[in-house]
């Protein structure tokens, strides 16, 4: 958020991801700002599925270069710590960490800021959390190691989501999801219609529909604008060809 808006905004945090989905379509804020992907532990599955469920857009990308350390209280040192706090997909980022401190008992957290904020309000020495180095300004700890991450170029694609449909004039990719009838080759016929276009995809994931054993939702991003003529024939052809198509937003 802070390096997306530069600072010029004002915030407010909410324990879970479908919470930040519901202040924006309550009208209690503007943008949320959710992760969606990390380079490492791959997708954030609960996160495709909030963009499918909701009617709110992403409008904006952010990727930021991810650094996880290891906060504690002033007091604390190394060997006082047997628990460790802090989001799964952080705790599984620093599996190599673990393994050099078997001892370490893990205990998962809604998210790495929660973990610090544990531990500082707790006050315990044999606590620590997993989290980056702004949590440790923020809350008052110490970095006791940093670049604890498996992955030293651990990245995190964030998506900025809004309830209006913005389309920035920089904007040069589309974000869509689509059902296909369960089929032999309906995937490749969907596809066909990028690459009849000349439409290039950098990305696809796929998600269980809800209620629909063995189905499947799509999430593609492509290269382009909404305004293209290749397009806007692409998309034709998916709303012709599929049982649902939704345009997630623009970025």
Known sequence: MREYFK????????????????????????????PIENSSAGIV????????????????????????????????????????????????????????????AKESMLNTAMSAKKVKEDGKKNAAAIASPISAELYGLKVLESG????????????????????????????????????????????SHFIYNNINLTNIQSRPIPGKNWEYRFFIDIEGRLEDEAVMNAIRGLREETSFVKILGTY
């Open 7 to 34: 600072g010029a905004c004002d915030s407010f945090n909410v324990e879970t991801w479908r919470d930040a989905m519901d202040a924006i379509k309550e009208g209690k804020a503007d943008f949320a700002v959710l």
């Open 45 to 104: 599955s609960e996160n495709y599925d909030l963009l499918a469920e909701y009617d709110e857009y992403i409008v904006g990308e952010q990727i930021l270069k991810i650094e996880h350390a290891l906060l504690a209280l002033e007091e604390t040192e190394l060997s006082d710590i047997d628990v460790v706090y802090s989001h799964p997909q952080a705790l599984m980022q620093c599996s190599k960490f673990f393994e050099n401190h078997r001892d370490f």
């Open 148 to 191: 604890i991450q498996n992955n030293k170029s651990n990245f995190t694609r964030f998506v900025i989501i809004s309830g209006q449909q913005i389309c920035r004039t920089d904007a040069n990719h589309i974000a869509l999801c689509f059902e296909l009838p369960h089929t032999c080759g309906s995937l490749y016929h969907m596809l």
